[in-house]
């Protein structure tokens, strides 16, 4: 009986891994996606979206109030300190991202459908690159501009579709969810400059704590306390905002990107609008419409392109074509390396003249596979006029 091979038992480890992860994502964004449900099933007891907000906010509070106690001991611990004014970046960051973004969320939702909310919302990364461009001077590229028109033109048909159904008040709503989505990418582009000194899971904690502070603070100068009496149907379906909606989706996330990877975490969390045309058409009766179909799945071909496109672009993609012209090297890299696992590294390459001597390979690492990795380059034999070039493919 031949001894267990440690090569193949690591590699089926980081498979279940990956499995794991796939499911961790798509759960938390499912999850995610039931919130706007929960939301829409409080508003016939007349309650509003500010108060709604903070009965989440408020038993959400104590949640991420511990956890941003234990990642600051953490920090702290590791010497990882940080001043007043990067403690107030955050906040602010906060306030933005989770306060005006969910207030703004929630108001739309009185006016559109579960599903049409989910998909103007899922806008936010084209929000993300146009400040990235409008800040930080960042080319969008071919692949950003079509995305952005895709998705786009998505919201319109998805909003036309609704505007003949639901009437004028459509836009109304619209608007405001699309201002949500362009408030959620001003935190994303704002926490990108800190995170990488402050650690991601110590910067959600303190901006989700601080959030749920201003919420209260905002609640408390507008309402009376007497308004969080609510009915316990709307208690309820605020805790399952505050819980299965807010903080056990964060906690999911956050395992599923650190197995699946934060990349392929986006692409996977892109079932978000289908799930919640899904749990709108069970729980609340609402219509599929075709243009919301066809709205929704240009949107979801937009965004998932912006995602491949940054993560190729990060990975030096210079193929054209876009990310299917990779399939079948992909493919192939898989079964090379299927095939000689206990080989070494595979490396072919093609030539004019088959007969000289390899040369020192040029290339670019471009793409992981789950079986291993694919690298395309060039080498250059000969100077003068005429050099050689040969085209590279090594799988290792």
């Given at each position: 009986m031949s001894a267990p091979d440690p090569a193949v038992d690591e590699a089926a480890a980081r498979a279940r891994g990956k499995r794991v992860g796939l499911a961790l994502v798509l759960g938390s964004a499912i999850l995610f996606s039931a919130k706007a449900i929960f939301v829409k099933l409080s508003y016939p007891y007349g309650v509003d979206a500010l108060t709604l907000l903070a009965l989440r906010m408020g038993m959400a509070l104590p949640v991420f109030a511990a956890l941003a106690a234990v990642e600051e001991h953490r920090a702290r611990a590791a010497g990882n300190t940080a001043t007043a004014r990067t403690y107030g970046v955050v906040a602010v960051l906060g306030a933005v991202g989770y306060w005006l973004a969910s207030y703004l969320d929630f108001a739309g939702l009185a006016y559109v459908t579960a599903s049409l909310e989910r998909v103007v919302l899922f806008a936010y990364p084209t929000f993300t690159a146009?400040?990235?461009?409008?800040?930080?001077?960042?080319?969008?590229?071919?692949?950003?501009?079509?995305?952005?028109?895709?998705?786009?033109?998505?919201?319109?048909?998805?909003?036309?579709?609704?505007?003949?159904?639901?009437?004028?008040?459509?836009?109304?709503?619209?608007?405001?969810?699309?201002?949500s989505a362009a408030a959620y990418a001003c935190f994303l582009v704002g926490s990108g400059r800190v995170v990488g000194r402050?650690?991601?899971?110590?910067?959600?904690a303190h901006a989700m704590t601080a959030a749920c502070v201003v919420v209260l603070a905002h609640f408390a100068l507008s309402h009376p306390l007497a308004a969080l009496a609510q009915p316990p149907a709307v208690l309820g379906y605020a805790a399952l905002t505050a819980v299965v909606s807010t903080v056990l989706p964060t906690v999911l996330l956050g395992h599923g990107i650190r197995r699946l990877g934060a990349s392929q975490a986006a692409i996977a969390g892109s079932v978000g609008p289908v799930s919640t045309l899904a749990l709108g058409a069970i729980f609340l009766g609402e219509r599929i419409t075709g243009p919301q179909v066809a709205g929704s799945a240009l949107v979801l071909v937009g965004v998932t392109w912006l995602s491949v496109a940054r993560r190729l672009a990060r990975r030096w993609l210079l193929l054209r074509g876009g990310p299917l012209a990779l399939a079948p090297a992909l493919a192939l890299a898989s079964?090379?390396?299927?095939?000689?696992?206990?080989?070494?590294?595979?490396?072919?390459?093609?030539?004019?003249?088959?007969?000289?001597?390899?040369?020192?390979?040029?290339?670019?690492?471009?793409?992981?596979?789950?079986?291993?990795?694919?690298?395309?380059?060039?080498?250059?034999?000969?100077?003068?006029?005429?050099?050689?070039?040969?085209?590279?493919?090594?799988?290792?």
């Open positions: 146009l400040l990235e461009r409008a800040l930080f001077g960042k080319k969008l590229g071919r692949a950003a501009v079509v995305a952005l028109l895709l998705s786009y033109a998505g919201i319109l048909l998805a909003l036309g579709g609704e505007a003949r159904v639901a009437g004028a008040n459509t836009a109304i709503g619209a608007g405001l969810v699309l201002a402050y650690g991601a899971t110590r910067l959600v079964a090379l390396r299927s095939r000689s696992r206990s080989r070494p590294r595979a490396r072919a390459a093609l030539s004019l003249s088959p007969s000289r001597p390899l040369p020192p390979p040029r290339s670019r690492s471009l793409l992981s596979a789950p079986a291993g990795s694919l690298r395309i380059g060039w080498a250059r034999d000969g100077g003068g006029a005429n050099p050689v070039v040969f085209p590279i493919l090594e799988i290792g």
